[in-house]
């Protein structure tokens, strides 16, 4: 027996089961509000919606056909050279399945000449000095959930599939991400371009993990002007997936960033534990459970549960800044700010 | 021993609080519950630390026992040292 609160509990209280929704009740709620939202507050006339072929994307347009109509959703696929053609097959499909308008924008170009690919390319040869335009790459996330600081290591593979690792200084890490950040900058832009074109709104992506754990990028991917899932647990993403009748091929997809050259999982990046995992972690720490609850629930150690907990927290201090509007040295209070 | 201590503390200073009162960091006040230093100052931290004492930290010691505040620091450079 657990004591939670002053009460004595069961150890097995905490399940996959917590995370259940009613979907009809969760989709005509942010239908509802989405129409408030983008058309009542923001005197907007539809939106713009960037399609990456994943579950959150999909389940955002899905969402926005259902509230405003297939005809006030524009769908976007922005492809790079390491995004993969599987994705844009299955944002090419979504779309159609939903019978949206979209187009396509390859983004290489751009990023080519912003330097996106060179910067990156530079940093990476710092580190690896033989690396080669088709050689292969990723970072990966270590340490946090093992009660250390959290680092990243970059992985280069060769055309012949060897691979190496090795431990990324702040410097490299820092330019590495920034090159790659470009990417999801460019398709904000552009995505407000069409924004702009069509008097639409921008909807933004982030399940609850990604919003809550500063899994974005500012002013990038983070940026938008509504965000109709960021509330819902990336377990309950899948399953409004699969009541909005989303083709099999996305309902069963695996998370992943497609954004390096070489496949990486979501959580090889950033949350270092499986998405059912991460939501069942944080639905737990939100919750106030202690950390025998979650190492129970988890079969881990006590100690495993309570640097998942260090981390949570620790990700919400250091990406509070994505998070924060400019700050203003004085108020405006004519604006209310 | 005061030298690692010194050093660390200067560096703090000067690189994440842009300057200030040097008794604002004591010897046990911890950089991350303070919100002094955040997890990319851990990775700027670690790489002075290298750089400054002519150590390599290995993954597994990057833990806050060795790194969270200035006499944890000087207990672990001064192990790394002899």
């Given at each position: 027996m657990l004591t939670i609160q002053g009460t004595r509990v069961a150890a097995?209280?905490?399940?996959?089961?917590?995370?259940?929704?009613?979907?009809?009740?969760?989709?005509?709620?942010?239908?509802?509000?989405?129409?408030?939202?983008?058309?009542?507050?923001?005197?907007?006339?539809?939106?713009?919606?960037a399609l990456s072929g994943g579950?959150?994307?999909?389940?955002?347009?899905?969402?926005?056909?259902?509230?405003?109509?297939?005809?006030?959703?524009?769908?976007?696929l922005m492809p790079e050279k390491d995004s993969s053609a599987a994705s844009e097959d299955l944002g090419k499909l979504l779309a159609e399945h939903l019978k949206i308008e979209y187009i396509k924008q390859n983004i290489a170009p751009t990023l080519e000449a912003i330097g996106c690919y060179q910067w990156r390319d530079d940093a990476i040869r710092i580190v690896f000095p033989e690396y080669q335009k088709d050689w292969k790459s990723k970072l990966v996330i270590a340490g946090g959930i093992d009660g250390r600081f959290n680092y990243f290591k970059l992985v280069v593979q060769t055309p012949d599939g060897k691979r190496q690792e090795k431990r990324l200084d702040h410097k490299q890490y820092l330019q590495i991400v920034a090159a790659t950040n470009y990417k999801q900058r460019?398709?904000?832009?552009?995505?407000?371009?069409?924004?702009?074109?069509?008097?639409?709104?921008?909807?933004?992506t982030p399940n609850?993990?990604?919003?809550?754990?500063?899994?974005?990028?500012?002013?990038?991917?983070g940026s938008a002007d509504v965000k109709p899932i960021a509330h819902l647990y990336k377990t309950q993403v899948y399953a409004l997936a699969r009541f909005l009748g989303l083709p099999?091929?996305?309902?069963?997809?695996?998370?992943?960033?497609?954004?390096?050259?070489?496949?990486?999982?979501q959580d090889e990046f950033y949350f270092a534990l499986p998405y059912e995992k991460m939501d069942l972690s944080l639905w737990a720490h939100n919750h106030g459970l202690p950390a025998e609850e979650l190492a129970y629930c988890l079969g881990i150690s006590r100690e495993q549960a309570e640097f998942i907990y260090?981390?949570?927290?620790?990700?919400?201090?250091?990406?509070?800044?994505?998070?924060?509007?400019?700050?203003?040295?004085?108020?405006?209070?004519?604006?209310?700010? | 021993m005061n030298d690692i201590k010194t050093q660390v503390r200067q560096y703090i200073l000067n690189n994440f609080l842009m300057g200030g009162d040097p008794?604002?960091?004591?010897?046990?006040?911890?950089?991350?519950?303070k919100g002094i230093i955040d997890s990319t100052g851990v990775l700027e931290l670690i790489s002075f630390l290298q750089e400054t004492f002519g150590i390599r930290i290995e993954d597994a010691e990057m833990v806050p026992e060795n790194l969270d505040s200035l006499e944890k620091i000087e207990k672990y450079v001064d192990s790394k040292l002899t």
């Open positions: 097995t209280k905490l399940t996959s089961g917590v995370l259940d929704i009613e979907p009809q009740t969760v989709t005509d709620r942010i239908c509802q509000r989405l129409v408030d939202i983008v058309g009542r507050d923001q005197h907007r006339r539809g939106v713009v919606v579950i959150d994307s999909s389940v955002c347009a899905a969402l926005s056909v259902r509230a405003l109509g297939p005809s006030r959703v524009f769908g976007l460019v398709r904000k832009t552009i995505e407000y371009f069409h924004a702009d074109r069509l008097h639409y709104a921008v909807v933004g609850r993990l990604e919003y809550d754990q500063g899994f974005f990028v500012k002013n990038g991917d099999s091929v996305i309902c069963n997809s695996k998370p992943t960033t497609d954004t390096y050259s070489l496949p990486q999982g260090r981390d949570i927290e620790t990700k919400r201090r250091t990406t509070a800044f994505l998070h924060a509007k400019p700050v203003l040295v004085e108020n405006v209070p004519e604006l209310g700010l | 008794e604002r960091i004591t010897d046990s006040v911890s950089f991350i519950e």
